[in-house]
């Protein structure tokens, strides 16, 4: 591994948690140079939510490679291009009642991010936006203000203006009041005729250790938005396409967002692709007003049709996922009350699921002896307290159990180390 270290730049980061050279994936799993075999329950950080080199979208893939068809396009139309679109519109947009344009930007969730941020504050004629604690949008300046974590902040080297954060809904709390203060703040900010362009917020925050926004919280929120005319933005970049359960993250509280930012997972197999989608009266852009060059990844549009037609016809897949979901939240609960040296607490639904330990740096300790063992997972949280799991959407029982029974161990050992 010598050529990484002479040659990367030291900004590198899964491999220092993975630290050999993967040749092969299949599925749920890896391979690396010396033959080892791991479960994968990082799913290239969602962006892998059909498993490696899914069959059912290679072969697509591979027919449209062969028939000498648009592989890269700008944002020209293409046959592919077109085929996601009715797709998309027949089998997501209108089984759920949801009416957007699509934009298709910069192909990865920062993109994604920063478009919707510079439509909202463009829409409306305003600057400020609203983010949360322990949020995560990317890195580039427009997302990396909305992420409020000074361990990416602090080395920006220019002032990240026009935010305002407020506390992620508290479970653990007696009272949350969090939402009364954002209420009177906005109130306060419109008497001032300082109103927000938007709020920005992920219902689960992956990175920021798998916190869940409760039902009640999330209509609410949605409700003073909606009541002030504050556009409300989802970031369902790495907790959409099926994560949670449903295709949208949104859909169990019932909201409709003024915008929607989507990637990872959307082109199911690993090829970058980022959309925004739009309520159409706010979709007030000029032509080429936002561009970029990779917004026509036409090999991604091919397998994220294939992904819609193959999983999301019926309501079967997403309830798959909520059985599965069921199979690891039991599991979990089991180790949390045979190890409490953990100071256990679940966190999660659906296939995005994990334990928040009280031992700081426990969690990457786990991930540690996991690894040794054949299992990838990557901590998440503040202070990486949490170990986050998030396996393939279409991960067998029988692999998903022999992850867990890995995990298992792997939490014994780490403990009596």
Same mark, same amino acid.
């Given at each position: 591994?010598?050529?990484?270290?002479?040659?990367?730049?030291?900004?590198?980061?899964?491999?220092?948690?993975?630290?050999?050279?993967?040749?092969?994936?299949?599925?749920?799993?890896?391979?690396?140079?010396?033959?080892?075999?791991?479960?994968?329950?990082?799913?290239?950080?969602?962006?892998?939510?059909?498993?490696?080199?899914?069959?059912?979208?290679?072969?697509?893939?591979?027919?449209?490679?062969?028939?000498?068809?648009?592989?890269?396009?700008?944002?020209?139309?293409?046959?592919?291009?077109?085929?996601?679109?009715?797709?998309?519109?027949?089998?997501?947009?209108?089984?759920?009642?949801?009416?957007?344009?699509?934009?298709?930007?910069?192909?990865?969730?920062?993109?994604?991010?920063?478009?919707?941020?510079?439509?909202?504050?463009?829409?409306?004629?305003?600057?400020?936006?609203?983010?949360?604690?322990?949020?995560?949008?990317?890195?580039?300046?427009?997302?990396?203000?909305?992420?409020?974590?000074?361990?990416?902040?602090?080395?920006?080297?220019?002032?990240?203006?026009?935010?305002?954060?407020?506390?992620?809904?508290?479970?653990?709390?007696?009272?949350?009041?969090?939402?009364?203060?954002?209420?009177?703040?906005?109130?306060?900010?419109?008497?001032?005729?300082?109103?927000?362009?938007?709020?920005?917020?992920?219902?689960?925050?992956?990175?920021?250790?798998?916190?869940?926004?409760?039902?009640?919280?999330?209509?609410?929120?949605?409700?003073?938005?909606?009541?002030?005319?504050?556009?409300?933005?989802? *970031?369902?970049?790495?907790?959409?396409?099926?994560?949670?359960?449903?295709?949208?993250?949104?859909?169990?509280?019932?909201?409709?967002? *003024?915008?929607?930012?989507?990637?990872?997972?959307?082109?199911?197999?690993?090829?970058?692709?980022?959309?925004?989608?739009?309520?159409? *009266?706010? *979709?007030?852009?000029?032509?080429?007003?936002?561009?970029?060059?990779?917004?026509?990844?036409?090999?991604?549009?091919?397998?994220?049709?294939?992904?819609?037609?193959?999983?999301?016809?019926?309501?079967?897949?997403?309830?798959?996922?909520?059985?599965?979901? /069921?199979?690891?939240?039991?599991?979990?609960?089991?180790?949390?009350?045979?190890?409490? /040296?953990?100071?256990?607490?679940?966190?999660?639904?659906?296939?995005?699921?994990?334990?928040?330990?009280?031992?700081?740096?426990?969690?990457?300790?786990?991930?540690?002896?996991?690894?040794?063992?054949?299992?990838?997972?990557?901590?998440?949280?503040?202070?990486? /307290?949490?170990?986050?799991?998030?396996?393939?959407?279409?991960?067998?029982?029988?692999?998903?159990?022999?992850?867990?029974?890995?995990?298992?161990?792997?939490?014994?050992?780490?403990?009596?180390?």
């Amino acid at each position: 591994m010598s050529v990484f270290t002479r040659l990367e730049s030291q900004v590198r980061s899964y491999c220092r948690l993975f630290p050999t050279i993967f040749t092969k994936a299949v599925g749920d799993k890896l391979i690396d140079e010396n033959g080892n075999i791991y479960i994968d329950f990082l799913s290239g950080a969602g962006a892998l939510n059909y498993g490696h080199n899914n069959p059912k979208l290679k072969k697509r893939l591979l027919e449209y490679i062969e028939s000498d068809a648009i592989t890269h396009s700008l944002d020209m139309f293409t046959s592919a291009k077109q085929q996601f679109l009715e797709k998309f519109e027949e089998f997501i947009l209108k089984p759920r009642e949801l009416d957007y344009k699509v934009m298709f930007t910069g192909p990865t969730g920062t993109n994604s991010a920063e478009a919707a941020l510079k439509l909202a504050r463009k829409a409306t004629g305003r600057k400020t936006v609203i983010c949360f604690t322990k949020g995560y949008h990317g890195h580039t300046l427009g997302a990396l203000a909305v992420t409020p974590n000074p361990a990416y902040q602090k080395d920006v080297g220019v002032n990240l203006d026009n935010v305002l954060t407020f506390p992620f809904e508290d479970k653990n709390a007696t009272t949350d009041n969090g939402l009364d203060k954002l209420e009177k703040l906005l109130d306060d900010l419109i008497s001032n005729q300082d109103k927000p362009a938007a709020i920005i917020l992920e219902t689960v925050q992956s990175e920021g250790g798998i916190n869940v926004a409760s039902v009640s919280w999330l209509k609410r929120l949605a409700q003073i938005a909606q009541q002030r005319e504050i556009l409300l933005i989802v *970031d369902d970049i790495k907790v959409g396409c099926g994560r949670t359960g449903p295709f949208f993250s949104f859909e169990r509280a019932g909201i409709k967002p *003024d915008i929607v930012c989507l990637a990872k997972s959307l082109s199911a197999y690993g090829n970058p692709m980022a959309v925004v989608l739009i309520r159409p *009266d706010i *979709d007030c852009w000029k032509p080429g007003e936002h561009s970029g060059t990779f917004r026509g990844n036409n090999l991604a549009f091919v397998t994220a049709t294939a992904a819609i037609e193959e999983y999301w016809q019926t309501d079967a897949f997403a309830q798959e996922i909520a059985d599965k979901g /069921e199979v690891m939240q039991k599991r979990l609960q089991e180790m949390i009350a045979k190890y409490p /040296e953990l100071g256990g607490e679940h966190r999660g639904l659906g296939l995005i699921q994990g334990i928040a330990c009280q031992q700081t740096g426990l969690a990457k300790k786990v991930s540690q002896e996991a690894f040794q063992r054949g299992l990838i997972f990557e901590p998440m949280g503040v202070n990486k /307290e949490v170990i986050n799991l998030q396996s393939t959407l279409t991960i067998d029982i029988d692999t998903l159990n022999q992850g867990l029974d890995i995990l298992d161990k792997s939490i014994a050992a780490a403990i009596s180390n």
